[in-house]
Structure formats: C-alpha cells, structure tokens
C-alpha cells in the first residue's frame, strides 16, 4: 500500500476501500486515516440528521411502528435493502446511514466476557476463538474512551479493567425496583453500563434521559459512529461516500481484489479501485456482498472456497418479561438503555438442561402505547382472536392506569449457538431500489435457545414478583428482535472451515478483509457492538502494522 | 375505496372511537378530546401505510350502529379494526389534556447529577453484590 495521505478524488485507486459505514468500518476508517492510509467508504445510507428523529415529538410512538421501526422490510425505505425471511423464526433488524444499525440501538453496552472467548474448551460445544478476552481488552478498553461509555467499574460478572470515561446514568425508580427484587433474591446486579455519556464527551451531549434512544437520539447523546469516529476520520482525509450501494467486490486474473462497483445516488453505476477492500456491512450485508461477487474464479461467491459464507448466522432470539407494580416508575424516563443489567444466570449450568446463558437488561416500559408494543412492535396486546373488550372500552383505560408509568421490561439476550443449517443466502427474486439481489434467511430458533429462554424468562418473572409485581406479562421468542447479526462468515485459523483469519483477512483472497460480526465464531449471550468495534480495533492494528507486507493488485 | 377524509369518515370513525375509547374511569371519551379533527389528518399523513386498512375499516361499518360495528369488523377484518384503534388510541395519548390526566409530560428531558453518588452506592446495596465476589468463569489455562 501506498501510505499517501487521503483526499482522494472521485473513483481515484486508494489504498483501502471500506464497504460500510456503521461501528466496524468507522473504526477500520479513522485508524487506517490516521496511520496515512488513503481511505473511501462507501455506504447505502447517509448521514442520519438529528432533527429528524421523533422523540421530542408528540406523535413519538406513532413514528416509532413505521419509519423509524428497526426492521427494515416494515420501514420499507429506498436506502434500506428488503430481506426475505418466510423461511426464517426471527427478522432480521438493521438501519442504513453513516451509524449503521446504531442510530437505533440501544446503547447496552456489554463487552462479552471470558468464557464467551472459549466454550469449546470450557463447555465442549462450538468453537472457541482464535484469541483471548485477554487479548482483546486492551482494545477494548481503548474503545470504551472513544465511545464515552457511562457506567460503574467494578462489576463482579466481568474482570477487573480501566474504569468507565464516565459515571453512571441514574438508574431511577423502574431500576431501582428491579434491584429490589434482585437483592431479595441474592442475584447478581449492575447498574446499566451504557453507550451513553452521563457528561458532555468527544462530540456527544450528555444524555438527558429523553427515552427515544430507539428511533435515533434528538440529544446527540447516544454514542453513534456518525459523532465520535466519522468526523475524526473525515479530518484525517478518509473519503464517505454515501448513497453508495455495493454490488460486487471484483477480482483480477491473479485472485486478488482490486476494489468494487457501487451504484451512486443517481443510479450510476461507478467503481473505486482499492490495493485493499474491508467489507463492514454486518452479519447480513456481508455475506450477501461476497455471495454477490461471484467470478469464474470464485464461482460460489468470493472467500467462499470452505462453503462458510453465509452459513452460522446468530441472530440472539430475545424474549421479554414486563412486570407491573403498584408504584410509580417514570416508565417514560431514559435512558432506553439498560438501567440496571443482570448476569446471574450467564455461565454454562448442564443441570438447566441447556448450554450457555443469558444477560438480563431492565428497561422502562415507554409511553403509552408502550403498554401493549415493545420498540415498535404490538406484542403486550391480545392479538387477533380476543375480544373487541378484551384491550378496548373501559379495559384500555384499565390497562392504561395499571401499567403505564407502572412497568419495567427486562430484555434476555440468549446466546444463539451456530448451526450451518441457519443461513443468509441470495433471493431468486427480491431486489432492492437498485435491482441487486436481496438477501433471503433460512433461520430456525434451536431447541437450546428456545429452552434457554424459556428458563430465563422463569427467572426474570421470579424477579419482578419478587420486586412486588402485581402483573406479569411474558413474550416468548419476539419475533422482531434480530438485532445481533453475527456469524455468518465465521473467523478460524482453518481455511476449509473459516472464511478469515484472526485478523479478519480472508483465506482465499489475500487483500480483503472483513471487520464486522459476521465473523464471530460463537455469539455471547450480550449485545454485541462493544465487541465488534473491539475486535475491528484490534484487526485494524494489525493491517496497519503489517501494512507494508500486505500484498495487492 | 375513498381515501379522503370527509365529513361522512370523519363522523363514522368518531361514531367508532367513542366505542373503542369511551368515558370511562374518570378519563374522557374520544371524540371529547377531537381524535377526529385535525389530528386525525396529521396521523393518517404521518402513517400512511394504515390508510388503506383504516379507510376499509370505515368503508365496512357505514350505516351499522357503532357497538355492532366494532363486533363485526373485530370478526370480519380484524386488521382494519387494529388499525382504526391505533389512529383513534395514538390521536388520544397525543392530547394534552389525556396527558395530563394520565401522568404523561411526553418524552422530555430529565438530566441526572453525574457528580451525585448514587443511592445504590450510599446505601450499600451493591456492597451486598460486591461482597458476593466474581461470577464470571475466568479464561481457562492454555
Ligand atoms: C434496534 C436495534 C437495537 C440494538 N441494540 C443494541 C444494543 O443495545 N447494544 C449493542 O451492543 N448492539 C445493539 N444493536 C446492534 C448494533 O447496532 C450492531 O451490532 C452494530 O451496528 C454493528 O455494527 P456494524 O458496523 O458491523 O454493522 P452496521 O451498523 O449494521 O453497519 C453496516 C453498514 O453497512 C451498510 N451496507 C450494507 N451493505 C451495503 C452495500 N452493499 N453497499 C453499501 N453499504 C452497505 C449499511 O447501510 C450499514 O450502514 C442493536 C441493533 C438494532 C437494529
Ligand atoms: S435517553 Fe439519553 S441517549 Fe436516549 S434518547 Fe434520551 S438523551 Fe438520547
């Protein structure tokens, strides 16, 4: 590679091209710029405005079940690309713009923990990594100063590390209630470690509790890509070009990438020349990409010589326990957000009946639609069937006095293990706004994901009773919770069963990269972007170390 | 299918809404809070993707008393009634008069003291979670 310092022009060679613009490509493009590297990213979206985000509008939660809704194929915008998912339990969630599928996240921040590195060797299933939660903390630690994150050192679920950039969000009433039931219990509890500042840090406000973290953050408060990594890289001369959508990475005659075709916001069809191509565009965009660039060389979809690409994808099946209390909660308050994370029940117990565990996250109810819809979706409701009484007439006012600004909703994120069977493959027909093939899922919930579940949700129901629930209301397997996209291009050091190596470079193709989750052996049973940006840290070091033995066209 | 918002829909989903969303428990009924004026505009042109059922919805219960019109349409097209119930539900919640009687200020701001030592820590709840020690299964030896 070059080394000449950005400010490429238009469809100019650079030394890297980075497809994707959300957490994993801005951390590959704000180290690669600083290191001197020439860099364009290119993505489908753009840049997200604040001003358009509904939570400091009235109609809010209206906004929340259609535009601003996490599943794609329910928003059904031109920058999005369908997915196919009849043949898939789950729906896949993600967002389009400079922030990726963060301008929606919640901002749990859960890093994973040790024995999410090894449950091959401690649990005797799946794979462990090709590193360490060792190896990956310095990293880790690095990211967490960049992202502000706010939160308490010292839990006891993880090992010792450096202490959060800044405090803690207030837990306020919904947390302290669930601490109540926690404590009664003896069960482990934390307050909410959040991607969130609790003071004003590198480009974010700090975070006024607003509560609307789910369709975008109106504050500039919730850590997103877009404030703390894209401006930094931008001024180092990495080039973001958006409205930019990928539809094929091309190789020359000797196997080695030479850059990609992107159709341009005016439908043109364009293509910029790289001495390197890192692919970021998520468990589903990724192996959709590489599925796409099919050659004569690489008849399968390119990297694909193992036949893994596409194959393991983990999706984090995600059941939901809200308990109602006598006393008032602030239901509506922020952060939107963990307020208070459980992770009792993470560790491999066999006597359970299952492998791996679970993180518990509580969160406030919302407003009052919240009363019967959880992050856009009617899952509290009775559903077709019941009666016109059953949630109308004098029950929704019931309804509406008995839980709004009475609930707390605890999230279980359940460690999906990898199966080959679960799969992103090419529609035969779908398309997106620019006609490239859309992805379709083959995905089934696994039994042991399904007892999993079904064990936590007891637990979490056995804590909001204990805390003094006077309702409980279970939602088994919520269909529109795929917001963990992982896998799908799994790491190893096997080049017949891994699609890159530890640093994210591709067995077959010795110039590209892929930096996202999508090569995460196994999933963790926690939200995974402290993680992916970590991981991406780490591989992105590593390019740049060696960039001057990296081979290219 | 019309899809404008006349006098004839405007009555029939007040007529509807009143069903739904009636005077009861000391909260007042939907058309008393004008779910079907001007908002009724705002939500159909903020969620146009509910149009279509909710102007089926309205098409379908034309002439029938309200109380049987929310029975049939629950039976017939359930969609449709799910749809008529969100706009009148949303319009509803979006009053501020509701709000008010509710509990509800809407999403606003609540900054919290950063530099306050939290209750959790003062009181020594999360001594109790400390003293308990690690939980985590450290990284096995190589
Ligand atoms: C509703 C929701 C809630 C979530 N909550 C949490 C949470 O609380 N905590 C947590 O840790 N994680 C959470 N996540 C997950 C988190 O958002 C992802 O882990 C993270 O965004 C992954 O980063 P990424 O850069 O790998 O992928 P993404 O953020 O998905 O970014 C990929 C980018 O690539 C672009 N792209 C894809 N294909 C192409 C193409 N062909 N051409 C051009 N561009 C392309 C996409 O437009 C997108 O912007 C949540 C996700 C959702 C949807
Ligand atoms: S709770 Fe905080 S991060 Fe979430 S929307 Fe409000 S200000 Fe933003």
């Not at chain 1, 309804?399 to 090419?426: K, M, T």
């Not at chain 2, 003062?122 to 400390?130: I, R, T, Y």
Request: proline share 8%; charged share 20%.
């Amino acid at each position: 590679m070059s080394g000449k310092t950005g400010g490429a022009r238009r469809d100019e060679p650079v030394d890297v091209l980075i497809v994707g613009a959300g957490p994993s490509g801005a951390v590959a493009a704000r180290y690669l710029a600083a290191a001197g590297l020439s860099v364009v990213a290119l993505e489908q979206g753009h840049w997200p405005d604040a001003a358009d985000f509904p939570g400091r509008k009235r109609e809010f939660e209206l906004a929340a079940q259609k535009r601003w809704h996490p599943n794609p194929n329910v928003r059904d915008l031109p920058r999005d690309y369908p997915v196919e998912t009849s043949a898939s339990d789950i729906n896949p969630l993600m967002y389009a713009a400079v922030g990726g599928s963060t301008t929606l996240y919640a901002g749990h921040w859960t890093p994973f923990l040790p024995s999410d590195f090894r449950v091959k060797t401690l649990d005797g299933i799946a794979d462990d990594w090709p590193f360490t939660y060792e190896d990956l903390l310095p990293s880790l630690e690095e990211i967490e100063r960049e992202v502000g994150v706010s939160g308490l050192p010292g839990n006891p679920a993880y090992p010792p590390q450096r202490a959060f950039p800044t405090p803690p969000l207030p837990i306020g009433k919904a947390g302290r209630k669930a601490v109540e039931g926690l404590d009664k219990l003896g069960w482990h509890w934390w307050p909410g470690t959040n991607a969130m500042p609790s003071v004003p840090y590198n480009g974010l406000n700090p975070c006024v509790r607003r509560g609307t973290c789910m369709t975008g953050c109106p504050e500039g408060a919730k850590s997103t890509v877009n404030i703390t990594f894209w401006p930094h890289a931008i001024r180092s001369g990495a080039r973001l070009i958006t409205g930019a959508r990928v539809r094929e990475i091309e190789v020359n005659d000797q196997g080695l990438a030479t850059g990609a075709v992107y159709i341009d916001e005016n439908g043109r069809e364009r293509r910029q020349r790289a001495a390197v191509v890192i692919v970021c565009a998520n468990g589903i965009g990724t192996p959709r990409l590489l599925l796409l660039s099919k050659s004569k060389r690489f008849p399968d979809g390119l990297a694909n010589r193992s036949g893994m690409v596409g194959k393991r994808l983990m999706m984090h099946p995600f059941s939901a326990v809200l308990g109602v209390f006598e006393d008032e909660l602030d239901g509506w308050m922020g952060p939107f957000g963990q307020l208070v994370e459980s992770f009792e029940f993470y560790e491999t117990d066999a006597s359970r009946g299952f492998m791996r565990g679970a993180k518990w996250g509580a969160m406030p109810g919302g407003g009052p639609l919240g009363v019967t819809s959880f992050v856009g979706s009617q899952i509290f409701s009775a559903g077709e069937g019941g009666m016109v009484e059953d949630v109308w007439g004098e029950n929704l006012h019931k309804l509406v006095a008995r839980r709004f600004n009475h609930c707390l909703v605890y999230g279980i994120i359940g460690e999906d293990l990898p199966e080959e069977s679960n799969q992103v493959v090419l529609d035969p027909e779908l398309t997106d706004s620019d006609g490239v093939p859309a992805p379709k899922l083959l995905y089934k919930v696994s039994q042991n994901s399904h007892d999993m579940l079904r064990f936590h949700v007891a637990r979490c129901t056995e804590a909001v009773e204990a805390a003094g629930a006077i309702e409980t209301v279970v939602v088994h397997q919520v269909r529109d919770t795929g917001w963990h996209l992982l896998g799908s291009c799994r790491m190893g050091e096997d080049a017949a069963t891994s699609v890159v190596d530890q640093w994210g470079r591709s067995h077959d193709v010795p110039n590209l990269y892929i930096f996202d989750g999508s090569t995460f052996p196994t999933s963790g049973g926690v939200n995974p972007t402290a993680t992916i940006m970590s991981v991406a840290l780490r591989q992105v070091r590593r390019l740049i170390a060696q960039r001057h033995l990296q081979e290219a066209a | 299918m019309s899809t404008a918002i006349d006098g004839g829909v405007r009555a029939a989903f007040r007529a509807i809404a009143d069903v739904l969303i009636p005077a009861a428990e000391g909260m007042p009924a939907a058309s008393e809070v004008d779910v079907h004026g001007p908002v009724l505009d705002r939500i159909i042109g903020l969620r146009p993707d509910l149009a279509e059922r909710f102007f089926r919805g309205i098409g379908a219960i034309a002439g029938l008393p309200p109380e049987t019109a929310a029975v049939q349409l629950n039976a017939a097209d359930p969609q449709a009634l799910a749809a008529i119930g969100l706009v009148a539900s949303a319009a509803y919640y979006m009053q501020p008069r509701v709000r008010e009687l509710i509990g509800y200020p809407g999403q606003e701001k609540r900054p919290g003291n950063p530099d306050e030592t939290p209750e959790y820590v003062a009181n020594g709840m999360l001594q109790q979670v400390l003293d308990r020690g690690p939980i985590f299964k450290p990284t096995p030896k190589a």
